[in-house]
């Protein structure tokens, strides 16, 4: 017998946009190591078309795995920030379900490339108007900054979809880092946001670390600045100069927000860490002037790094707050999870830059250290995910 319709809707997993996506997410990003650790090692063919494995390697974690981990957080965040639903029961399974079927189709991308590419981009407009919506009918215009790193990640997304069909000479590339580099604007612009509060509330401080102005100011021109440049593909010289400027005004800030105390915790310590590898990225891609060979370094110090750590952070610390729990109470396995996270990032990034001889040996650690984490993330959180809040909240 099929449940009543209402009963469906009340189901606790479709309640809230985090729960879904993050158990999607983290299943992906598990799922996703291991294929790619098969295609890379093995040499499994994947069968994907015009796709080569690197640039189904890239949009899957772009827009795959951390798609799944924005759409978890904006879903809730948005409907926390203006009081106003976002997507819940069906409307809320059925953009999971585009996004999930968009995963195995890029898998056979030869045969269902262009289901798959229209898959993707009804996820991120759908995605789009599920958070643009509470957020115009609440007059929040602040939020719109949110909107547009969104708009961003469709207009790659569309990009990427007539790349691979031939119906455009663009490349693939440029759908890949504007994807990206709109992801490291949005962290960049969240960090900023969340950091300072995490750390006063965690640390009983009587003010938040400080976040001059001037620092806001000049990280965001010049951001955009190093984004036109990046991708029109101009002279490196101007990318180069563009990205030191970057590195150095996250480093003043990775300055002002230090707080020796903080490294106790782990959930605190992790989101510091993933700024200090975005920070890396962008002085990588200033030295790849003089030594072109740490240009991929430098994309995986960002995404790997940057991006791998603030996305495990956020949904550890997002899927405990919003269902109740303490996030400041004591949880050693996640504390291992979140120390595998980081080593896998070591693995991938900085023993490179070091021991470049051994990268094989790298690699397969990276990755096995990546699976580790998540499959301790998954034992951890999946209880929480599909029960109720723990106070009896209703989300």
């Known amino acids: 017998m099929m449940a ?20 999607g997410a983290a299943w992906f990003a598990l799922t996703f190591m291991v294929i790619w650790g098969s295609v890379y090692f093995f040499h499994l063919d994947l069968a994907l078309g015009t796709l080569t494995p690197s640039q189904w390697h890239a949009h899957e974690l772009i827009y ?23 997507l819940t029961g069906v409307p809320l399974l059925g953009l999971f379900l585009v996004w999930a ?32 919506r509470p ?5 929040q215009w602040r939020q719109l900054a949110v909107l547009a790193k969104l708009a961003l990640l469709t207009v790659g997304q569309g990009i990427f979809y007539v790349s691979i069909l031939g119906w455009s000479e663009t490349s693939p590339r440029l759908a890949i880092y504007l994807g990206l580099f709109a992801i490291v604007g949005l962290v960049l612009m969240m960090l900023r946001r969340v950091f300072p509060v995490f750390a006063q509330a965690a640390l009983g401080t009587a003010s938040p670390p400080p976040c001059p102005a001037w620092i806001d100011r ?21 990318v180069a100069i563009a990205a030191a400027v970057m590195a150095s005004v996250l480093t003043v800030r990775l300055w002002l927000w230090h707080i020796r105390s903080f490294w106790s915790m782990p ?51 997002v899927s405990l707050g919003h269902t109740g729990r303490n996030v400041r ?67």
């Open 101 to 132: 079927l968009a995963r195995f189709g890029w898998l056979w991308g030869g045969r269902f490339a262009d289901v798959a590419g229209l898959l993707d981009l009804l996820f991120w407009v759908g995605l789009l108007l599920a958070v643009g």
């Open 135 to 139: 957020i115009v009918a609440a007059k």
């Open 4 to 23: 009543p319709a209402g009963d469906f809707q009340d189901r606790v997993v479709l309640q809230t946009g985090f729960r879904l996506f993050f158990l």
């Open 267 to 317: 959930l605190l310590w992790v989101l510091y860490a993933s700024l200090i590898f975005i920070t890396l990225g962008f002085a990588l891609f200033a030295a790849v002037y003089l030594w072109p060979r740490l240009y991929y370094l430098a994309v995986h110090a960002m995404a790997f790094g940057g991006l791998g750590l603030v996305t495990f952070a956020m949904m550890a610390r």
């Open 218 to 238: 000049i990280s965001m021109v010049v951001f955009l600045v190093f984004l036109v440049l990046f991708l029109l593909d101009l002279e490196w010289l101007y």
């Open 329 to 395: 109470a004591s949880r050693p396995l996640l504390g291992v999870a979140l120390s595998c996270m980081v080593a896998s990032v070591l693995a991938r990034v900085l023993l490179p830059l070091a021991w470049p001889q051994h990268m094989y040996f790298e690699l397969a650690s990276s990755l096995l250290l990546w699976s580790v984490a998540f499959v301790l993330f998954l034992w951890i959180y999946t209880p929480m995910l599909v029960r109720p809040r723990c106070d009896g909240l209703p989300g």
């Open 64 to 86: 795959g795995y951390a798609g799944a981990v924005i759409a978890g957080f904006v879903l809730t965040a948005v409907a926390r920030w203006t009081n106003r639903n976002t």
